[in-house]
């Protein structure tokens, strides 16, 4: 069965360092996103992508934020200048149609680990 | 504003007893809804989706508009039924965002 794969698993970084955080989603999905998930918290939703631009966002996505799909089968969330706030699980996801259904529905990554010290 | 409320961070139940895994929704239009699950230090997983009439793996969820409510049910709890379950929303205005519930861990003692 297809997967999306995120790597790292688990990355420590330094506040204020940037950290680029991958995704490698479904090779025909065309829509992608990025959910983030505070220790304890619920799931948030960060950023939706589609045709190579954002197509919608969240108050969380601020300007120390940006996602990019480089080379047509990577899809990155770049965080410019880490705060310890930004300690979270984030999770990719893609899905093939702009409204997922119970076939094509989200398929989300395992996730990333980001602890910021 | 939407929201998704799952009023119970824990579910603790018995093997072969029935579940019933609790959401309400608050929101302004037609509601799209979702139950997500996820397993021990797995990725989440779409279970069900409120237009479908599908049951996957015993679980069924109804929308009740009146009630605002979408619980999930199943009518035997399984030991690998252990997991932590989400509700979440999809919208608002044709968006593909979801906006997920807390979440409810489910454990099935023996």
């Known amino acids: 069965e297809p997967e999306v794969t995120q790597t790292p698993s688990h990355q420590v970084t330094q506040m204020g360092q940037e950290v680029i955080l991958r995704c490698v989603p479904i090779?025909?999905?065309?829509?992608f996103y990025w959910y983030r998930q505070i220790l304890g918290q619920k799931v948030e939703f960060l950023v939706s992508?589609?045709?190579?631009?954002?197509?919608?966002k969240s108050e969380i996505f601020d300007d120390q934020f940006s996602v990019e799909r480089p080379d047509g089968s990577n899809f990155t969330l770049k965080i410019r200048s880490t705060k310890l706030e930004d300690s979270a699980m984030y999770f990719c996801?893609?899905?093939?149609?702009?409204?997922?259904?119970?076939?094509?529905?989200?398929?989300f990554g395992s996730g990333t680990r980001l602890t910021v010290v | 504003a939407q929201r998704v409320t799952q009023p119970e961070k824990l579910l603790s139940v018995f093997k072969g007893a029935p579940v019933e895994l609790k959401c309400n929704y608050s929101?302004?239009?037609?509601?799209?809804l979702f139950w997500y699950v996820q397993y021990s230090r797995q990725r989440l997983q779409l279970l069900l989706r409120?237009?479908s009439r599908e049951s996957i793996k015993g679980f069924t969820a109804d929308l009740n508009k009146g009630e605002t409510s979408f619980h999930l049910k199943k009518p035997f709890a399984q030991e690998e039924d252990s997991a932590m379950y989400y509700c979440?929303?999809?919208?608002?205005?044709?968006?593909?965002?979801?906006?997920f519930g807390t979440g409810t861990q489910l454990k099935v003692e023996l």
């Open positions: 090779s025909n999905h065309l829509y």
């Open positions: 996801a893609s899905s093939e149609a702009r409204y997922p259904t119970i076939r094509n529905g989200y398929t």
């Open positions: 992508f589609y045709n190579n631009e954002i197509s919608e």
């Open positions: 979440a929303l999809k919208g608002p205005g044709g968006g593909n965002k979801l906006t």
């Open positions: 929101y302004s239009g037609s509601p799209e």
């Open positions: 409120h237009i």
